[in-house]
């Protein structure tokens, strides 16, 4: 049987989903490839984590697996660490900053800045990172993160929510990254203040432990809590920075890489002067 391109793919996708989210069944589906990938993409990400038949499944991951390969695929061999760019810091073969897309990363684990509700975002085409993990992972990465959540309250009650800075890991489904760790950062509300520092301290430092629990020699961060969450963005580089450095010398063998991962060219000046 001959294998089916990535826009056959897509024109499948955009009906089935259609058909499953009920309220959108009789949308009109544009007829350009890039309004047909904004359609698949909303209707992945208003969708509640339930059932889908295996044969949707696979050909999502089939098209998402090549979506990302389009993308272009980065190996950690790829990214060079701050000793190549002439740091001095203590841990400069140990440690990069890279900027660009995350989901491209094949890295034991990235980390995604969560919502307390821990089911990604439900915004259609939202840019934000929470967004863009759950999109190129596939519906499988909300429906275990439910699974997670469902259990935390049988423990804790109906009102459940993820609190500050206590990660919860996942697989990683179609991206690259072995798996995915989802924190919810600190959010700043006016003045910052210690407590909130010393939060968003401890996301970097639970993360690590949790690689260091899982076997994970790899990870990439984000920039948590900067953005809509609004902790500032110069004094959220020197925590992740410091943090970071001090768990590395009480694990001096633990961990291969640490990537800090920024998008805004803010973002990567300032871990560049922290990094020197």
Known sequence: MKEMTQNERLDLLVEEFKEDSVQYRNLETPGDT???KRILRSLMNIRMPKMMPASVLRGQDEYLQGRIRENGIVTLNEIPTIADQGSRHEFADK?????????RLAVDAIVNAANSQMLGCFVPMHTCIDNCIHTFAGIQLRAECDRQMKKLRAEFGP???????????????NLPA?????????IVQGILTKDLEQDLSDCYKNTLDLCLENGLKSVAFCCISTGVFHFPNRRAAEIAVKTVADWMKQ??????RVIFNVFKDED????????Q
């Open 251 to 256: 694990h001096p063998a633990a961990m291969e």
């Open 34 to 36: 890039e309004g047909k």
């Open 95 to 103: 440690l990069s900053i890279w900027q660009g897309d995350i989901t």
């Open 178 to 186: 072995k798996k995915v760790v989802h924190i919810v950062g600190p």
């Open 159 to 173: 009102d459940y929510e993820q609190p500050t800075a206590i990660p919860m890991l996942t697989d990683g489904y």
């Open 268 to 275: 990567k000046a300032y871990y560049e002067a922290e990094l």
